[in-house]
């Protein structure tokens, strides 16, 4: 088992990918977490957003700043 916990919660899965491309590269140990639910068609993804990533504590800042990294470029490219 693993001592990952909960960081960051991701509001769709452009997000998801984009911080996996990332993460990966930087060998950074994560694990992505999706609320779909085949079952109910997704529909808790529409109340909770996509899904959520989890790390060990000394990668909790880093990622952090990936993250942030990643919406001012996307706030960048909306404007």
């Given amino acids: 088992m693993n001592d990952f916990k909960k960081v960051l919660k991701l509001k ?14 930087k060998n950074i140990p ?3 977490i999706c609320y ?7 529909i808790f993804q529409y109340q909770q957003g996509w ?4 790390t060990s ?3 909790v800042e880093e990622i952090k700043g990936i993250y942030k990294d990643i919406q001012n470029t996307i706030t960048e490219e909306k404007n």
């Fill in 12 to 25: 769709n899965e452009f997000e998801a990918e984009v911080l996996e491309g990332i993460l990966k590269e």
């Fill in 30 to 32: 994560f694990e992505l």
């Fill in 57 to 59: 504590d000394e990668f």
């Fill in 36 to 42: 779909h639910d085949s079952a109910f068609d997704g």
């Fill in 51 to 54: 899904g959520h990533l989890e």
